[in-house]
């Protein structure tokens, strides 16, 4: 399955984004679909997971203000962004593993398919 990542941009402190990871094919199989961030300088880091069953992980830095959701209608994932700060800016990627585990999606996996990634720039 092909990824598009979308939503990014550029925002205030405190602000609010959406990002969206659209798949090319059905995401209803795949068993665990995730968000990774990497910042300039820095090595890429895992986000967000959400499984087929919708069990939801979220690393320590984000959780309480990122949530995950899966919409299999529409092959679609988001990531819904509140409370940024300036340490959230990365490029953020989507990424699916149709046969792997929440392990592997927040050990940060490379198996699988990634999109492109999208921009997110927060300002102070």
Same mark, same amino acid.
């Given at each position: 399955?092909?990824?598009?990542?979308?939503? #990014?941009?550029?925002? =205030? @402190?405190? *602000?609010?984004? /959406?990002?969206?990871? %659209? !798949?090319?094919? +059905?995401?209803?199989?795949?068993?665990?679909? #995730?968000?990774?961030? =990497? @910042?300039? *300088?820095?090595? /890429?880091?895992?986000? %967000? !997971?959400?499984? +087929?069953?919708?069990?939801?992980?979220?690393?320590?830095?984000?959780?309480?203000?990122?949530?995950?959701? /899966?919409?299999?209608?529409?092959?679609?994932?988001?990531?819904?962004?509140?409370?940024?700060?300036?340490?959230?800016?990365?490029?953020?990627?989507?990424?699916?593993?149709?046969?792997?585990?929440?392990?592997?999606?927040?050990?940060?996996?490379?198996?699988?398919?990634?999109?492109?990634?999208?921009?997110?720039?927060?300002?102070?």
């Amino acid at each position: 399955v092909q990824l598009q990542a979308s939503g #990014g941009g550029l925002v =205030q @402190a405190g *602000g609010s984004l /959406r990002l969206s990871c %659209a !798949a090319s094919g +059905s995401i209803a199989s795949i068993n665990v679909m #995730g968000w990774h961030r =990497q @910042a300039p *300088g820095k090595q /890429r880091e895992w986000v %967000a !997971a959400i499984t +087929s069953g919708g069990t939801t992980k979220y690393a320590d830095s984000v959780k309480g203000r990122f949530t995950i959701s /899966r919409d299999n209608a529409k092959d679609t994932v988001y990531l819904q962004m509140n409370g940024l700060k300036p340490e959230d800016t990365a490029v953020y990627y989507c990424s699916a593993k149709r046969f792997g585990t929440l392990a592997h999606m927040m050990a940060g996996a490379t198996f699988g398919s990634w999109g492109q990634g999208t921009q997110v720039t927060v300002s102070s």
